[in-house]
């Protein structure tokens, strides 16, 4: 029987996440332009951001993906191409753990260089360090949940968790589905939606910011200075002296 506070939960939250979300980026990016950026501190210091941002960016690429695969993509459909159950849930745990890790590590080096770094440390607000918070809470229990539901308790988050992440989009709602899931799935949802939220008014919006315009923006010419136009020939020192004695 659901209720009241898994309709708050699994129904009100999702759906005021997501409207902060959408409304958010248009207000940062109506009224906000200049603040739209990564606050890039490259120019501070680059040795631990050379393997720190390639682990963090590329693992959660991964793991973006993998969470496409795995909540958006019914089970019936993965089966029907050929994809086994074993098959999929060998590369849920394989891919997933090492996306998950590497994005981990990564995240670890980008906080140790904020931290220990003065410049970097100086330009870091309070969003920041709220966003790694929670960006670090969502990491971790991910990894706690693909342990837990494909090793430990084999919850199978495709018939549970993903028709009710559907049903958000498609009206059809099932807060019934992720209140019986494992306490580690549910915080993982909540944790997420709770970082959508917070995501507009963090450094994060430069995940929209692909500068596809540039495969269509005219090229920039750059042209060496001719120093023989509209200027007059160099006398020698010799001729100067003698014109100066004339006048």
Known sequence: MTTTLDLVLWVVVPYACLAVFVVGHYWRYRYDKFGWT????QLYE???LRWGSP??????LAVFL???MGLGIPKSWTEAVGVSEGMYHFMAVGVGAVAGFCTLVGMAILIYRRRTVGPVFSA???MDKLMYLFLAVVILLGLANTVVGNIISHYDYREGVSVWFRGIFLLDLHPDLMAEAPPTFQAHGLTAMLLFALWPFTRLVHVFSVPIGYLWRPYVLYR???T????RPRRRGWERVGERYRR
């Open 224 to 226: 060496s200075k001719d």
């Open 38 to 41: 990564t606050l890039s501190s």
């Open 66 to 68: 993998g969470h496409v």
């Open 228 to 231: 023989r136009l509209g200027q």
């Open 55 to 60: 682990l963090f960016h590329f693992g959660i």
């Open 46 to 48: 680059s040795r631990l």
């Open 124 to 126: 870091t607000t309070r």
